[in-house]
């Protein structure tokens, strides 16, 4: 199909250059085109179903077909369809918005930013991290420690914070004043013999290492996802993050959750920061927070942070940083939509509840002579394959058999994803015990095939 030049396929071919694509590759395989979703499920132009354990991007909560949603944005369109958040505009969904977001976040989180997209939530975070500190007359202190696998955005700063040789080899990442530490990773970065709760004390070692060489008067943050997810779903040993975290405390440190994923629900708790026990200065979110029915983000900072940025703008004459769709009312009325269905619907609860049913599932295959590593937290998991158990060998080259066992899955009509050769589950939050077992039973036909 993929090669009749005026079909939709040869189209897509002939005009798209895909996002996390191989472009060549594309050329000859073509696109999968979906047409429809319902609830966990997608179906392509052929008419076949597919369950998206994988949420789309991580990101559709309420599932694929949710009628609030689109009664949201119907009257949000007919009402105001548009309009901008400068020079004190403001509109009725975003107010309400910004509002429930700092109510329900962590404590000492009292203002928010919008913007459209994960990556410009970074990049305004890294933005913020040195205006404040300029403000602040500190003009020394605008270091950014991440760590390596970590997954932040693809902009020219978020870009730098992820740490993910593909996001920055040929594109002359990372900027300068970025620095990654050790990935949390028990499996892959633990010592023989060590604890985890000992890995964990050698990583906040490690940090504080870094911080003592650097000098701690340049760095201005550390950023990290509570679970890493998108690097290939690395939930942190156990105390990493008091411990992580007790190391921004004593050195002046903020402390930035990248909760573009964790946030509203994908733990079993509202947010990863609740769940991990976390006190971020700066909170990021997004995905999840409109379902990704519309491009929203949002960064959610302190008062310490709010007040030396205020003053600052009144120095210059304003706050210099904006997007044409910052707050757009129809994306926050579509927020504030989900957040009610996520509310209503128990799906905090429910992630809680499927997640631990998801844990025990994917545990039933580490047995599996393919299966080096199953991990995860809440309603998010993955196992990783080796082609040796006993010696944890990475399959040569890395991600041959993660890349066969996706395509399988298609087959199978199941979307996951390959991070390398881990494979990531991360269903919408509405899922139900008996779509847990469907999608673990098309995974089980096609890791078999794999076999
Ligand atoms: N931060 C995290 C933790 C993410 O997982 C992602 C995307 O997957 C981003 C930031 C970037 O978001 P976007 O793709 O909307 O730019």
Redesign the pocket.
Known sequence: MSQIPNSLHGQDIANILHPYTNAVRHQEVGPIVIERGEGIRVYDDTGKDYIEAMAG??SVAVGFSEPRLVEAATRQLNALPYYHTFTHKSNEPSIRLAERLVAMSPARLSKVFFTN??????DTVVKLLWYYNNAMGRPERKKIISRRRA?????VA?GSLTGLPVNQQDFDLPIAGVRHLTCPHFYREGREGETEEAFAKRLADEFEALVLAEGPETIAGFIG?PLM??GGVVPPPATYWQKMQAVCRKYGIMLVA????TGFGRLGRTFGSDYYGIDPDIM?V??QLTSSYQ?L?AVLISDELFEGVAANSARIGMFGHGFTTSGHPVATAVALANLDIIEERGLVANAAAMGEILQKGLASYADHPLVGEVRGAGLIGAIELVSDKAGKTPFDPVGKAGRYLFERGHEHGLIIRAIGDTIAFCPPLIITQSDVADMLARFGRALDDTA
């Open positions: 991007l991580w997209s994960g990556s410009e939530a970074n997954y932040h955005g693809i902009t978020s996802e997810a998108a990248d909760e573009v994923i990021v997004s995905k491009p983000a």
